[in-house]
Nanobody, 117 residues
Framework: QAQLVESGGGLVQAGGSLRLSCVVS??????MGWDRQAPGKQRELVAR???????SYADSVKGRFTISRNNAKNTVYLQMNSLKPEDTAVYYC?????????????WGQGTQVTVSS
């Protein structure tokens, strides 16, 4: 049974920083990442990091957010700097996990990030 457990959300002032962490367990891991959903909006991709460590970002966070992973700890991180009120959302950890018969996408339960102006 796959499990994704996020931590690190909270309340921060605009211009501040937060670091999110997510530990993945249960199945071998391929890609990892983060999505977010703001009130009244659709969930959107924030960042991905491939199994080989190649990152990619949504245009809205490029230059401010950094995704990284520690394969020994099955953990993915999202360092968020220069936060803006529009970054306020529930952030969901994402992992593409390897079953015996293929790959499936999983998401955690989410952690709230609130940026005050």
């Amino acid at each position: 049974q796959a499990q994704l457990v996020e931590s690190g959300g909270g309340l921060v002032q605009a211009g501040g920083s937060l670091r999110l962490s997510c530990v993945v367990s249960g199945l071998p891991i391929n890609a990892m990442g983060w999505d977010r959903q703001a009130p009244g909006k659709q969930r959107e991709l924030v960042a991905r990091i491939s199994g080989g460590g190649r990152p990619s970002y949504a245009d809205s966070v490029k230059g401010r957010f950094t995704i990284s992973r520690n394969n020994a700890k099955n953990t993915v991180y999202l360092q968020m700097n220069s936060l803006k009120p529009e970054d306020t959302a529930v952030y969901y950890c994402y992992a593409n996990l390897d079953h015996d018969v293929g790959y499936s996408d999983y998401w955690g339960q989410g952690t709230q990030v609130t940026v005050s102006s």
